[in-house]
């Protein structure tokens, strides 16, 4: 197969903070030239001192070569950003919540040779919000991105590993590659599945490393410990950045490669 008949996209695990900004600026360009990449995903979520995210923040990322910015549980933290998603079209919150909720889940993005690609956003149920069926929610709305598009990504931002391998089973065959997101420990089981679907139970994190999943190790503890609220306050040490690269057939919509990324 010609390299002409591949698309190529970047996912970039959940980015905490300033330090997951700084490592993106600084390897982001390279990375993409290294896999050619034709589209950029990264989770952003956790933009804002890793808890939420900002129209400020949001900016400085697509500055850095991102395209599409999915979300998670935290997209709904400041509500003046809510304003914001409702008339962006670059970032995506999770398709599952209620219609009425601020935002898009899903959008079509044309790469610049022209390709479609269709990008959903979900978010899980177990340990999580009570919010809409990930499995039939995502069902119609791959209906109506296949008119468009026959490569279709899905972020899903979900707590348990059991929920994130039955909705890869379950769609295995309808898109082209399923990403998990939102535990910050990156997964070692990334695979192509018997229909063509790439998948990774998590993709990791992109931040501080000696933390406790981006949070200070001492303030971690104490909230273990103590069993009371404590102040949010981030790690900034061992910066890494998390990611996976996913080759996929514009002819056929299947994940031809799956390549886990962990950079210092």
Not at 187 to 198: F, K, Q, Y
């Amino acid at each position: 197969m010609s390299d002409k008949n591949l698309l190529t996209i970047l996912f970039i695990a959940d980015i905490v903070g300033k330090p997951g900004l700084d490592i993106i600026t600084a390897l982001l360009p390279n990375l993409k030239k290294q896999y050619r990449v034709d589209l950029c995903i990264a989770n952003g979520e956790n933009g804002y001192n890793g808890r939420g995210l900002t129209e400020q923040i949001v900016r400085k990322y697509l500055n850095t070569g991102i395209d599409i910015i999915t979300g998670g549980n935290h997209s709904w933290n400041f509500s003046e950003f809510r304003a914001f998603l409702d008339t962006s079209t670059k970032v995506l919150r999770p398709l599952n919540f209620p219609d009425e909720a601020p935002g898009k889940g899903s959008v079509v993005f044309t790469t610049h040779s022209g390709q479609q690609v269709g990008i959903i956003n979900l978010q899980g149920r177990t340990f999580m919000n009570p919010i809409d069926c990930p499995f039939k929610k995502s069902l119609e709305e791959i209906e109506r991105i296949k008119q468009k598009s026959n490569i279709i990504f899905v972020d899903f931002h979900a707590e348990a590993t059991a929920e994130k391998v039955a909705l890869a089973w379950y769609l295995d065959g309808k898109v082209s590659a399923i990403v998990g997101t939102h535990t910050h420990v990156q997964t070692a089981d990334e695979r192509i599945l018997p229909g063509g679907t790439a998948y990774i139970t998590d993709t990791g994190m992109t931040g501080p490393f000696d933390s406790v999943i981006g949070l200070d190790i001492n303030v971690a503890i104490k909230r273990f410990v103590t069993q009371l609220p404590e102040k949010y306050r981030m790690a900034t040490s061992n910066i890494r950045m998390n990611a996976v690269a996913i080759d996929i057939d514009t002819s056929t919509g299947r994940a031809k490669n799956i390549k886990r990324i962990n950079l210092p």
